[in-house]
C-alpha cells in the first residue's frame, strides 16, 4: 500500500485493474485505492508480470502492506527462482537498479543524464527508453528520439495492450462497448472516458438526466458525509503538523500584469475557446520558471535537512464542490509549454472533482500554489505541505492605481505571496523568488 | 434562436460544468459566475460548451455579455 500524500496511514483497495499474468509498465494503474481524501488510481513503479494479488477488494490495510508480487522481466532468464518484488514501493522511488548484464550496448561512458521532461514524454507516448539510443549530444536522448520511435511504432503496437482510464472502463461497461476496438487519445494512447462515448452507442436521453461532467464516484466506499468528515480529519493532520514543525516566514508583492493580460488576451483572440488560456496559466508557469531559478523554494525538508529538488513538480490546490481540497501536481511543470500547462491544470482540476488522480500525481509535488484569485480575495498566506518548504499564494487579478515612471495609471495588479520553511531558506531567499516570479510576468512572450 | 433554446442551452451549459449548481434559484440578474461558484476554469468549459450548442462564436471580449443569467440569453438570440 503506497502512501498516497504525506498525510495517509492506511487504503482500502476498491478495484484491482491487472490478474495474475497481466504484463505490467512502470507507471500503469494497477489498482483503486481509496484514502481519507479521495479514492486515486495507484501506479505501478516497477515493470514485470502481477504474480499474486495479496490484499482483496474492499480490505483496508496500512501503509507499507505488501500488495502484489511483480515479476521483474530482467530475471527471466538469468535467475532460475525469478525473485517477486513488492508493487508498493518508498514514497521516493530510488532509479530502478540494473545489472549491467541486461545493459543492451554497454556505452563506455556511463550513459547521459535523461531530463524529467523527456521521461515524461516517453511516459505519454508509452515509449520504452531502455532500449532506445539518443541523437543529442553525448547520445543524449532528445525529445525527437522519443517521438520518431513512437511514430515508428505505429497505431498497431500501440493498440496491442488496450489501456484505458477506470472511468473509461466502467463507462465501456455501462454502454457495453468492447475497449479492444476503441481507439485512444490519452497519453500514450490509452482509452478516455470520451473515446468510449464516440465509440459507443449514442448517449442515452440528455433531456432527463445532463451527463455530468465530473461523474460520482461510483466506486467510492465512502458516502458523501463520511468522505467530507475523513477528508477534514486527514487535511487538520496535516496541516497541524505543518504549523507545529514548520516555522513558517512569509514575504509578499505586487506585480504589475499589465504586459500578460494583453499579450494572453492578444493570442486568445486568434483561438478557440478550448485553447484559450486564463490567467491562472501564466500564474503557474511563472511560479514554476521562478522555482527553477531560486531552488532554494523547491524541494523537501527531511532528516533535518533541505532536499533541493531536481524538477519542479507544480502541486495545485484545487478546492472541491462538497468541500475539501486535494493538492495534485503538474509533472516538469517549468518545462511544460503553456497550451500544456493549461490543458494540464484543466484535466487536473476535472479529475480531481472526479476522484480520479493518480498516485504519483498526489505524492510528487516539490512546491504548491493557492491561487484564491477567483474567489475575490486580494491575498492569500499559505500553510505549508509538508515535507514541502514553500507554499506560494496567488490573490484576485484587480485594477488599482499605479505609479509607472513617475505617473498613475491604472492597471491590473496581482498580490503573490510565498510562505516559506525558516528551516530550509531565509527571507532574502523567499524574496528573490517573488521578483523573479514578477520579473517572469513581464515577458509573457518567454513564458510560452 | 429563441430565448427558450438560449435558455436551454444555458441550463444544460451550467449542468455539465457544475452539477450541484442551482440555476433555477438564481435570479435573472444576478451574476452567474459569482452565483454559482465557477473559477475561471469553469467559466472557460461553460462558454465552451455554450459555442458547442449555439454555433455562436464567443470572443473574450463578449465575456462581459455573460455576466447574467438574463444578459446570456439576450447575447445568444442577438440582442
Redesign the interface.
Known sequence: MPALGADMDEGTVLEWLVKPGDEVHKGDVIAVIDTAKAAIDAESFSAGTIGQLLVDVGQTVPVGTVLAMITEPAARKAAPQPPAVPAELPRQPAPPEREPEYVPVAPARPAPPISPLIRKRAHELGVDLAGLRGSGRGGALTRADVERTAARRGPADAGARSKATPRARRVAAELGVDLAGVSGTGPGGSVREADVRRAGPAAPA?ESV?????APAALAARSGAERARSMRQAIARLMARSKREIPHYYVSGTVDMMSALNWM?ER??ELA??E?L???ALLLKAAALAARRVPGVNGYWVDDRFRPAEAVHLGLAISL??GGLLTPAIHDADGLPLAELMSG??DL?IRARAGRLRGSELTDATITVTNL??QGVESVFGVIYPPQVALVGFGKVTERPVAVAGLIGVRPVVVTTLAADHRASDGYTGARYLTALSDLLQKPEDLL | MTPDQAQHAIEEAVARVAPDADLAGLAPDADLRDGLELDSLDFLRFVEILTERTGRQITEDDYPHLATLASTVKFLTGG
Open positions: 440528455r445532463p451527463a455530468r461532467e465530473p488576451h486568445n483572440r475557446v478550448s484559450r486564463v490567467p491562472a464542490r462538497g491544470m484543466r482540476v484569485g477567483d
